[in-house]
């Protein structure tokens, strides 16, 4: 298991940390700040999921015109961790 702690930019999160096993399998996901509900829901969404998969679903999703979002940071985050 990989555990990685990402600090974000340009969200209402102000961090993720994540966790990932030996075949790229998201096993936990949490957000630090950001809106509780929505981020609860993409880490219930991608636990389980492979992270490469993770990341071409969520990479560039923007927020109001941020130019990112939370689940786009966690793409980041991920892409870093693979």
């Excluded at 700040?33 to 991608?46: E, S, Y």
């Amino acid at each position: 298991m990989t555990h990685f702690s990402y600090k974000t930019t340009g969200t209402c999160s102000q961090q993720i940390e994540i966790t990932i096993d030996e075949h790229h399998i998201i096993t936990e996901v949490s957000f630090i700040g950001g809106c509780h509900g929505n981020t609860q829901g993409v880490a219930a969404l991608v636990r389980g999921m492979q992270a490469e998969e993770a990341i071409a679903r969520l990479e560039g999703i923007d927020c109001r015109g941020r130019g990112t979002s939370c689940p786009d940071q966690l793409a980041q985050a991920l892409r870093q961790m693979i």
